[in-house]
């Protein structure tokens, strides 16, 4: 992230519309997710716990579509266009670095997918 980015005021509807679009984005995500996990569920002898799961799920989904209306809501509300926010050290708190450049307005393209890793260096989990 350039100097500039991290020390600049996003202005209000601008972080509240990035904000929403990244909610969308997970949500998307989640959805393609629930449902290979039910077409699995379908197919699976023990369907009760199968069930539970995609329920958790769709329960997660539609919570980020509230929040994800919530703030595209907020950022068109009377006011927000005066408001900005200086998000250096906020910005610091996000690891992921085309998040963190989308979230400053530097305009990353999001990755489809991250890689998986499921042992540390040493074989461990």
């Given at each position: 992230m350039s100097?500039?980015a ?8 601008q972080?509240m519309?990035?904000?929403?679009g990244e909610l969308?984005?997970m ?5 393609r ?11 699976a002898?023990d369907?009760g716990?199968?069930l539970?799961d995609v329920?958790q799920?769709?329960l997660?989904?539609?919570q980020l ?5 919530f703030?595209?809501a907020?950022?068109c ?5 005066q ?22 307005g530097?305009q ?7 890689d998986l890793?499921l042992?540390?260096g040493?074989?461990a989990?």
């Amino acid at each position: 992230m350039s100097p500039a980015a991290k020390s600049a005021h996003i202005p209000a509807p601008q972080l509240m519309t990035t904000l929403a679009g990244e909610l969308e984005r997970m949500r998307e995500i989640g959805t393609r997710i629930e449902i290979s996990l039910c077409q699995l569920a379908s197919s699976a002898a023990d369907q009760g716990e199968w069930l539970d799961d995609v329920q958790q799920l769709d329960l997660l989904l539609q919570q980020l579509a509230a929040l994800r209306d919530f703030v595209g809501a907020a950022a068109c509300a009377e006011g927000a266009a005066q408001a900005s926010f200086a998000m250096g050290e906020a910005l610091d708190q996000v690891l992921l670095h085309d998040l963190r450049a989308r979230l400053s307005g530097e305009q990353a393209e999001a990755q489809e997918s991250g890689d998986l890793m499921l042992f540390d260096g040493d074989g461990a989990s």
